[in-house]
Nanobody, 115 residues
């Protein structure tokens, strides 16, 4: 199993970024996927999750209405579209595949929101 995130970077407040997580080594379309983030000095937290076929999504209250999770099962990729970014969104963003007891994470991609 491999999860590789990309798309992070430096963006001004109010800006947008789209993160991607390319998956390999498993049947991607069979698994729910999620995005987490970890800011300096804080615990890792769930940002958004999506069901295996994309029919169900879930968001942290702090990102509802600003972030959108989606997936393309033909491309084995899950996305996180982030709009109206705020400085408090600054964190390392991770892709996760969890099916107990198997738990896989990507290496993370840094998102910095600053003027």
């Amino acid at each position: 199993v491999q999860l590789v995130e990309s798309g992070g970077g430096l963006v001004q407040p109010g800006g947008s970024l789209r993160l991607s997580c390319a998956a390999s080594g498993f049947t991607f379309s069979s698994y729910d996927m999620s995005w987490y983030r970890q800011a300096p000095g804080k615990e890792r937290e769930l940002v958004a999750s999506i069901s295996s076929r994309g029919g169900r999504t879930n968001y942290a209250d702090s990102v509802k209405g600003r972030f959108t999770i989606s997936r393309d099962n033909a491309k084995n990729t899950v996305y996180l579209q982030m709009n109206s970014l705020k400085p408090e969104d600054t964190a390392v963003y991770y892709c996760r595949r969890l099916l107990v007891p198997y738990d896989y994470w990507g290496q993370g991609t840094q998102v910095t929101v600053s003027s």
